[in-house]
């Protein structure tokens, strides 16, 4: 135990290092500053995670291919191995841009290292650069095949590290070009594009994105010889992150995309589970659990929670929580009023409707908001890990959480490492 605490302030002290090296600035991007969160009371989540998820010193990660299987969802819970998985993970959305340079290659290697070293078990980040710098996809169809070998180097480092990608395949956002940027095509090959929400419904535009798809899922990676549909460091394909189509309110475009995307994923690969990347959002297919919607406009963006987790191939649900961003800027006590009641609404909805686990898979606090204090951020981190908690000890669908980017800032990586090695040495003992 004395050894690991002293491993565990040896990496403290590296990525205080590293992120003080790294910036919010990168590269012609700006850093998503979404959280910032510690926690002086970690809640002892330990005796429902398995062994498999444990802390790996360096010298004993390997290519012990027996043990490295693919997670699967099985009822409201993820195995592997025969064994429950629970979600210990963060989100790092620039690690394909940060590999495709060989002078900050290496800072993809140092984080899944320490975030191995520790025991977090899942990241989640981007399989698309849509027609920005250094992007992966240039146009429909042709790729920049350095980025793309960059692609492959994140995931076989990942699996170097036993850290399992959730791997998004395209932005409703116009970062990383997004949505947008399928419309820009599409007005570029001669179709007359009003709006970026017809990235949803034009069957041109469909046609790229399953094209990308396909690219993707079908690529052998050149550090492993694996087909990406065939890698079990591959936790799941996420659809779109943050998928929105305000322009039907209905919520019937958005979830004919989901149905066909979801169907064409599965086509392609089986093996692997699929996620559509939601914010969580009711709408109007479950009237009387929009009341947990965090504002009225929150039911009038085109998704549906309940809805849009039952088309055929999604395999678990997510779910973001970013109170101050829905809310008010301005923190108070119905922030975490709401993310209590957010969090045990869609864990309700999944156990008892959908059937599957739910993971939220990203969730923080800015420091940036007016009256922002550590004292919240601990009340914050612990109102989410208690509910998992709950949820958890009686066998629930609260199936684990992702932090918000590590890129914003030192102090969320130090306390996801705390919180880690504490479940970790509880376990131990």
């Known amino acids: 135990m004395d050894t690991c605490k002293r491993c565990f302030i040896l990496s403290l002290v590296f990525f205080m290092v590293f992120f003080e090296d790294l910036g919010t600035n990168v590269h012609g991007f700006q850093g998503e500053e979404q959280i910032e969160t510690t926690v002086e009371d970690f809640l002892d989540l330990s005796p429902h995670f398995t062994t498999t998820q444990g802390m790996y010193d360096v010298e004993e990660v390997g ?17 592997v191995n025969g064994q429950p998985f629970y979600v210990n993970g963060f989100n790092t959305y620039w690690l394909m841009v940060f590999a495709a340079d060989q002078s900050t290659r290496g800072k993809v290697s140092e984080l899944f290292q320490q975030a191995s070293s520790v025991g977090l078990t899942v990241c989640r980040t981007w399989a698309f650069n849509d027609g920005q710098w250094r992007a992966l996809q240039k146009s429909p169809s042709v790729y920049d ?77 050149t550090f492993t010889n694996i087909t990406y549909k065939n890698d079990p460091t591959i936790f799941a394909w996420e ?57 009225s406009y929150a039911t009038q963006v085109g998704t549906d929670f309940i809805r849009n987790h039952q088309a055929l191939g999604v395999d678990f649900a997510s779910v973001h929580i970013y109170a101050d961003s829905w809310i008010s800027p301005t923190i108070s006590d119905a922030h975490l009023e709401f993310t209590k009641s957010w969090m045990e609404a869609h864990i309700e909805d999944a156990e008892k409707y959908l059937g599957m686990p739910v993971i939220f898979s990203e969730f923080g606090v800015s420091r940036k908001d007016p009256g922002y204090n550590s004292s919240y ?13 709950n949820s958890t000890k009686k066998g629930g669908s609260g199936a684990g959480s992702l932090y918000g980017y590590s890129l914003m800032g030192q102090t969320t990586w130090m306390t996801a490492m705390q919180l880690s090695l504490e479940s970790l040495l509880q376990h131990q003992t």
Not at 63 to 79: I, P, T, Y
């Open 377 to 389: 951020r601990d009340t914050l981190i612990s109102t989410v890990y208690k509910t998992l908690l």
């Open 239 to 295: 659809l779109m992150n943050e998928p929105r189509c305000t322009s039907d309110p209905s919520g019937d475009t958005l979830q004919s995309w989901i149905a066909e995307m979801a169907a064409y994923v599965k086509s392609l690969d089986a093996k692997h589970m699929v996620e559509i990347g939601l914010e969580g959002f009711y709408g109007p297919s479950a009237p009387a659990r929009t009341q947990f919607n965090p504002n």
């Open 145 to 221: 095949e350095e980025v793309f070998k960059a692609l492959d180097f994140v995931v076989s480092e990942a699996k170097k590290y036993k850290i399992r990608l959730i791997l998004s395949l395209v932005n409703n956002w116009d970062a990383y070009g997004g949505k947008a940027q399928y419309v820009k095509w599409g007005n570029a090959s001669g179709l007359n594009l009003t709006s970026d929400d017809e990235f949803f419904s034009h069957p041109t535009l469909r046609s790229y994105y399953k094209s990308h798809v396909k690219a993707v899922l079908n690529r052998v990676n």
């Open 63 to 79: 290519d012990d291919d027996d043990d490295w299987q693919m997670v699967q969802a099985k009822g409201n819970q993820f195995v």
